[in-house]
């Protein structure tokens, strides 16, 4: 049974937790308000963007773009981005449960590009491991991803890989994400839909310049923004998990100094208790 030096012990040891849990939330809160305004802003473009191509691609006849094109690899490309840090609750370990599905049922025929080393960590001795990428700081920049984008186009448009995956955490609240697998390559579009928007528009727009040019213009532009959007959802999601998780240390942390204390105060109280005792008896026994 501990005694009352052990936890004080216990008490001062949980309450140094609590102040670093603290800091981390404080620390997650502030990255989590930017990142969070850097995806709200670039999803209503991406949205837009991909909105566009579908509609003009619909409507255009006889068009072709290399990253429309279905290729004859079996060979297919992976992208996982997760974080390099720990302590933020399931978002590397629910990614890394959908990553483990996806590579069991793809087998051989994919190969795994890193961005982030946890899930890295969790799914390398199931996986085809490819390259993992580092950057300069903790978050990528627009160029640099812009070039590991570059570099995936490059395995596809040249007939190496069949197709482009990108497998990260969708950032819905602090309290909610969501781990999702994304083809990026090639940018197919459903007959279904194709029909559908042909209907919706029944007329023929008038283009400057010609539809063929704006394309081979937009469909890069939006592959690049897919990888884009999909990093800023990640960097939003593990902020928000970080923040909640920290959020939830800290409430552990009181409630195990309450118990502590309510614990040593009881010890301390029985230990009184005791010494008054052990001196009324003496006394009376004098009294005797």
Known sequence: M?????????IKSTKGTLKI??????????????AQLSIQGARPYADELDESIKTISALVQGYSHSYLEEKESEQEILLVIS??????????????????????????????????????ELVEKEA????????????????????????????FTSGEAGKIHIA??????????????????????????????????PFDFKYDPSPEVILDSLIPE?????????????TAAEHGSRMTAMDSAVGNCKEAIKTLTIKMNKLRQAAITTELIEVVSGAESLNG
């Open 2 to 10: 501990a005694n009352i030096k052990d936890l004080k012990k216990q």
């Open 168 to 201: 990260y955490n969708i950032f819905e609240s602090a309290m909610s994400i969501i781990p999702t697998v994304k083809q990026i390559l090639p940018l197919s579009l459903d007959a279904s839909v194709k029909e559908e928007l042909q209907e919706k528009f």
């Open 83 to 120: 974080s390099n840090k720990g302590l933020c609750g399931g978002y590397n370990s629910q990614l890394s449960r959908v990553v483990k599905n996806f590579i069991a049922s793809k087998g051989e025929n994919l190969k795994v590009y890193f961005i982030g080393k946890k899930v890295r």
């Open 222 to 234: 939006a592959y690049t923004s897919a990888v884009w959007t999909a990093l800023l959802d990640a």
């Open 21 to 34: 849990t603290q800091a981390m939330k404080l620390v997650s809160a502030a990255k989590l308000n930017r």
């Open 128 to 155: 085809n491991v490819g390259k993992s990428y580092t950057f300069e700081k903790s978050d990528a920049s627009f160029d640099e991803m812009q070039k590991v984008a570059s570099e995936l186009s490059s395995l």
